[in-house]
């Protein structure tokens, strides 16, 4: 039998990396946050069978296997096996690049995508009726400037079929380093697929955009988008509040729409700046048990008379909908748009010994009403439906900017 570098049997390696990532699952559905992932004794845990099986794979199985590719696929296995698209196995190179996207900078070709179905459900593996689909390109980007489109399909990444792959070993086959070229498959519609060659380039993502606009009777507006709940969002959006607060803004759109969330500890900061006390969101733990969480106080926005209207979409999600639920609900704001996302459940990274790490669902999320909203979104008080795409027009700020008394 092959032999690690250690000269630890490949499946003694294996089984206690196995036996780690499942207490590790077992201790975070648990609501537990310990720092400590090390493996501890688990007398119901069998790996007899996981054992022969890879005893037999080692001794039989003709082809070419690696201990890096039996680890990897095992634990993967393990986590896929949980049947929930939101908790992943990540490589270690999977994990920086989740971080990376989360920092609020990275290469690329600047697309925000995600696994869709013919159905518009959510789904894990990239497959027949499971397609990488563009949920919307940023502003001065790669992506725009070649043309991507909201709604089209990653069919293949310089010639390779994505089929099998999961959304975060997708994203790494599209980013690269700077200044290189990638080759994207692309269909739009019932089109025939087109190769599309695009430059990666570093994408400086703003948390945060700033405009003032009018109402149709002339009162001052002032228009706040946020792009996506990353480390340096909250901060962000902060010092951009203080503005408008400072000259005298009373009226604020917030614009959610296309963000698909982030941190929940953003989510809550930002929260916080308009809600002065009381619970934002809900958690509800693998028994049932729930935990209210709290605005922290010091909000810049929390006067009644400013005014505010925050708008939502499809693409709005997870974090997204934590703030536009604790908005609604606490009547701080009203919602403009269409349904959002619907994504209910909450994830933490646990990082792993070599660098890989985990992303896995610990909680439901309920807003202040006790709403869970999975898979079905939060429904906006006015609906408007939006623009075509390209389209100049954008009826639901013109709804929002309507709205304001």
């Known amino acids: 039998m092959s032999l690690t570098p250690t000269g630890t049997p490949l499946f003694t390696r294996v089984g206690r990396l196995l036996l780690a990532a499942i207490i590790a699952i077992a201790a975070y559905n648990a609501g537990l946050r310990s720092a400590d992932n090390s493996p501890q004794g688990n007398g119901s845990l069998d790996l007899a069978r996981f054992n022969e099986v890879l005893t037999l794979i080692q001794e039989q199985h003709v082809g070419p296997k690696s201990d890096e590719d039996l680890v990897n696929g095992a634990i993967k296995g393990l986590v896929d096996s949980l049947d929930d698209p939101y908790s992943q196995y990540l490589t270690a190179e999977e994990m920086a690049a989740m971080k990376e996207g989360l920092s609020g900078s990275f290469t690329g070709i600047g697309a925000v995508i995600d696994l869709r179905t013919s159905t518009d459900e959510l789904c894990t593996a990239i497959g027949s009726d499971c397609v990488l689909t563009v949920a919307s390109t940023i502003e001065g980007a790669p992506a725009r400037a070649a043309g991507i489109l909201s709604g089209d399909q990653f069919l293949a990444v310089d010639g390779d079929p994505l089929t099998g792959l999961s959304i975060d070993q997708a994203v790494l086959k599209v980013r690269g380093a700077e200044g290189t070229t990638v080759v994207i498959t692309v269909q739009t519609g019932d089109a025939a697929p087109r190769d599309v060659s695009i430059v990666r380039a570093k994408i400086e993502l703003p948390a945060v955009a700033t405009e003032q606009l009018t109402t149709p009777t002339g009162d001052r507006v002032d228009y706040i988008a946020l792009n996506e709940f990353t480390e340096i969002a909250a901060e962000q959006f902060r010092v951009a509040l203080q503005e408008i607060v400072d000259a005298g803004g009373e009226k604020i759109i917030l614009d959610l729409r296309d963000d698909p969330g982030g941190y929940l500890s953003t989510a809550l900061a930002i929260a916080s700046e308009f809600i002065a006390d009381g619970v934002v969101y809900i958690e509800e733990d693998s028994r049932g048990e729930q935990k209210s969480t709290s605005a ?36 701080r704001a009203i919602l403009i748009g269409e349904p959002s996302f619907g994504k209910g459940v909450v994830q933490t990274f646990i990082d792993l010994s070599d660098g890989s790490g985990l992303k896995l669902t610990i909680a439901k999320w309920l807003t202040p009403n006790g709403r869970w909203i999975h898979k079905t979104g939060l429904t906006p008080d006015i609906a408007v439906t939006p623009a075509p795409e390209g389209s100049e027009e954008d009826p639901v700020l013109d709804a929002a900017l309507a709205a304001f008394k």
Not at 300 to 328: M, W
């Open 296 to 331: 922290q106080g010091g909000g810049i926005a929390t006067d009644p008379s400013i005014q505010l209207v925050v708008l939502i979409n499809k693409g709005s999600a997870s974090a997204s909908e934590i703030l536009a639920g604790a908005l609604q609900d606490r009547g």
